[in-house]
């Protein structure tokens, strides 16, 4: 049903298409513009950088998302993650996903712990976080400049401890991050 797969040069165009719509755009801390030779700097970085990972989303065979893992520090075993659902028509389940990518990072990467970071005004990722056994740790005041003003940051950690506890009923939710 779901599948992760290693970004391509071939993905670019549909991901750059996602990356600049407004209904993704608006909570991300950057906006990027319409460049393909941007987006294929990206990805040359991206394939470089061992702190960082990501995936192009397949839902039924069809991609819909990207989802990643950044600063990653293998030695302290702790990861950021970041994920948008591109295909407006898919984004009634973007909330099955992340629970696959928990069961990847605790149970193959076997990782202590994740931390997200979610924008002031995101209400549905921070309601998800909160479902998935996220702890709020913090707040950036007046962390990212965006549309003519300054907005807050929501700092969350899930720990290994807290998602086997609460992950029980995602069990099931294992796929292959190639």
Not at 63 to 87: F, H, Q
Not at 166 to 173: E, L, N, T
């Amino acid at each position: 049903m779901l599948r992760f797969d290693h970004i391509r040069e071939e993905d670019l165009e549909l991901i750059l298409s996602w990356r600049t719509h407004p209904s993704v755009t608006q909570y991300m801390y950057t906006d990027i513009s319409n460049d393909i030779e941007g987006q294929k700097k990206w990805l040359q970085w991206i394939s470089s950088d061992s702190a960082c990972c990501y995936w192009l989303i397949h839902y039924q065979e069809k991609p819909i998302g990207v989802i990643g893992l950044t600063d990653i520090d293998a030695n302290n075993k702790r990861c950021s993650w970041t994920y948008y659902i591109g295909d407006e028509t898919f984004r009634g389940i973007g909330g099955i996903i992340p629970p696959y990518l928990y069961n990847y990072i605790f149970n193959v990467l076997q990782f202590k712990k994740i931390i997200a970071e979610v924008m002031e005004g995101n209400e549905r990722i921070m309601k998800l976080h909160q479902l998935h056994g996220y702890r709020q740790v913090g707040i950036y005041k007046e962390h990212i400049y965006k549309y003519d003003r300054y907005h807050d940051v929501t700092v969350l950690e899930l720990l290994d401890t807290e998602w086997q506890r609460i992950g029980k009923k995602y069990k099931k939710c294992i796929a292959h991050f190639a």
